[in-house]
T-cell receptor, first 119, second 116 residues
Framework: EAGVAQSPRYKIIEKRQSVAFWCNPISGHATLYWYQQILGQGPKLLIQFQNNGVVDDSQLPKDRFSAERLKGVDSTLKIQPAKLEDSAVYLC?????????????????FGQGTRLTVV | AQKVTQAQTEISVVEKEDVTLDCVYETRDTTYYLFWYKQPPSGELVFLIRRNSFDEQNEISGRYSWNFQKSTSSFNFTITASQVVDSAVYFCALSEAAGGYNKLIFGAGTRLAVHP
């Protein structure tokens, strides 16, 4: 079974430029997460999709970050304009989350991440 | 609000020592799930174990074991006879159903260094 695919793996941009990250989750997974992981910290949830709808974006800096999940499958995360403090690894994850199942919460599987450096 | 605390920022051990990673969580839900993930130097988060709040039975899987205690809101992880390949950052995570969906929150992580 293919895992979560993310691209690009690395990106270096200047501040005030824009950047986009792409994620292809595991086939059939309803839930898709975007996390930001700053060096030395735990992953911080930015946005969570259930199918193609947003269920949580409370920690997404909406003045500069945006995300969409097309047809409930692939997702893109965009930053415009980027700031120095956006330098981090951006992780995409997906989970099955079969609410009708006794195992209500399933584990999330992560991609390799995109390391963003803003200079 | 849910919260995960990993008080140990870094642990250093010599190979073959046993090591326990601590995790304390806060939640108002009665139904929730706890996870441990490993992040090796390559950067990808690897799922290790999931426990739901109704299952306090502790488990041993090879060199790994988990101690879940609801009374103290703790979900500790032990590696027996550690190996150099166990060197990684370990994250504890909590998922509670909030408004009909599962929100997965991570602790700050514990960096484990196993020396030969």
């Amino acid at each position: 079974e293919a895992g979560v695919a993310q691209s690009p793996r690395y990106k270096i941009i200047e501040k005030r430029q824009s950047v986009a990250f792409w994620c292809n989750p595991i086939s059939g997974h309803a839930t898709l997460y975007w996390y930001q992981q700053i060096l030395g910290q735990g992953p911080k949830l930015l946005i969570q999709f259930q199918n193609n709808g947003v269920v949580d974006d409370s920690q997404l800096p909406k003045d500069r970050f945006s995300a969409e999940r097309l047809k409930g499958v692939d997702s893109t995360l965009k930053i415009q304009p980027a700031k120095l403090e956006d330098s981090a690894v951006y992780l995409c994850a997906s989970s099955l989350d079969r609410s009708s199942d006794s195992e209500f919460a399933t584990e999330a599987f992560f991609g390799q991440g995109t390391r963003l450096t803003v200079v | 609000a849910q919260k995960v605390t990993q008080a140990q920022t870094e642990i250093s051990v010599v190979e073959k020592e046993d090591v326990t990673l601590d995790c304390v969580y806060e939640t108002r839900d009665t139904t929730y799930y706890l996870f441990w993930y490993k992040q090796p130097p390559s950067g990808e988060l690897v799922f290790l174990i999931r426990r739901n709040s109704f299952d306090e039975q502790n488990e041993i899987s090879g060199r790994y074991s988990w101690n879940f205690q609801k009374s103290t809101s703790s979900f500790n992880f032990t590696i027996t006879a550690s190996q150099v390949v166990d060197s990684a950052v370990y994250f504890c995570a909590l998922s509670e159903a909030a408004g009909g969906y599962n929100k997965l929150i991570f602790g700050a992580g514990t960096r484990l260094a196993v020396h030969p």
